[in-house]
């Protein structure tokens, strides 16, 4: 597993860090961010990210794949490893960071 065991998220606030150091993320970033590490190990289409972090239909898959894009280069920013956040290509993404304390979760 790729380390980010420094990453905080604060969902009440919508903020994040990673050691202490603050993580500039766009709310829709921050979202699409909590849902995937709400949810370690499982893979998760384009179209699911774009319904649970946004509550919207996806026409393309690209929206979400620039926000991942975004949000790799963010966790780069701070010295975070961006391998936490793998593609499955042509299926979605997955979190292969350590499991984190949050409350927004699939299955509910």
Do not use: C
């Not at 190990?41 to 898959?61: C, D, K, N, V």
Request: cysteine-free; hydrophobic content about 45%.
């Amino acid at each position: 597993m790729a380390d980010a065991s420094g990453l905080v998220l604060d969902d009440a606030s919508g903020t994040a860090s990673y050691g202490g150091d603050p993580l500039a993320l766009s709310a829709r970033q921050f979202d699409l961010l909590l849902v995937l590490v709400s949810n370690p190990g499982r893979l998760i289409t384009p179209y699911e990210l774009a319904e649970h972090a946004w509550g919207e239909q996806l026409g393309s898959s690209e929206t979400v794949r620039s926000a991942v894009k975004a949000v790799r280069a963010r966790l780069r920013t701070v010295g975070a490893s961006s391998e936490v956040l793998a593609t499955v290509w042509g299926l979605g993404f997955r979190w292969d960071g350590e499991p984190l304390d949050t409350a927004t979760d699939l299955a509910s």
